[in-house]
């Protein structure tokens, strides 16, 4: 399984970022995927996922993210919108064909199997 995430770059304060995680390797599309971001010194946070017809957010990111998957190409998009400068991080796509989408809030310290090189979002003026 390899996941490849791109969409990153350096964005102005306010402005939009669609990251997107192409997904290869698994034999099914039953697969769960879950982005996080790490910024330097910090967690890693969990920021979305999407299921099977289910998602769910981060109440910190809610209303200005957005996760979708495009089935026909095996990819997960993750929309931003009015970046502030601390979503500064460097973001992950993560996917696991046990674990099901749930609220990001109960999810605890769960790492899902596979993860991809991540992209760097820079928010800067």
């Known amino acids: 399984v390899q996941l490849q995430a791109s969409g990153g770059g350096l964005v102005q304060p306010g402005g939009s970022l669609t990251l997107s995680c192409k997904v290869s390797g698994f034999t099914s599309g039953h697969y769960t995927i879950l982005w996080v971001r790490q910024a330097p010194g910090k967690e890693r946070e969990g920021l979305a996922c999407a299921g099977q017809g289910v998602t769910y957010y981060a109440e910190s990111v809610k209303g200005r993210f957005s996760i979708s998957r495009d089935y026909a190409h095996n990819t997960v998009n993750l929309q931003i919108n009015s970046l502030k400068p601390e979503d500064t991080a460097v973001y992950y796509c993560?996917?696991?064909?046990?674990?099901?989408?749930?609220?990001?809030?109960?999810?605890?310290?769960?790492?899902?199997?596979?993860r991809g090189q991540g992209t760097q979002v820079t928010v800067s003026s």
């Open positions: 993560e996917a696991d064909e046990v674990y099901a989408c749930v609220p990001i809030a109960s999810m605890g310290g769960t790492r899902y199997d596979y």
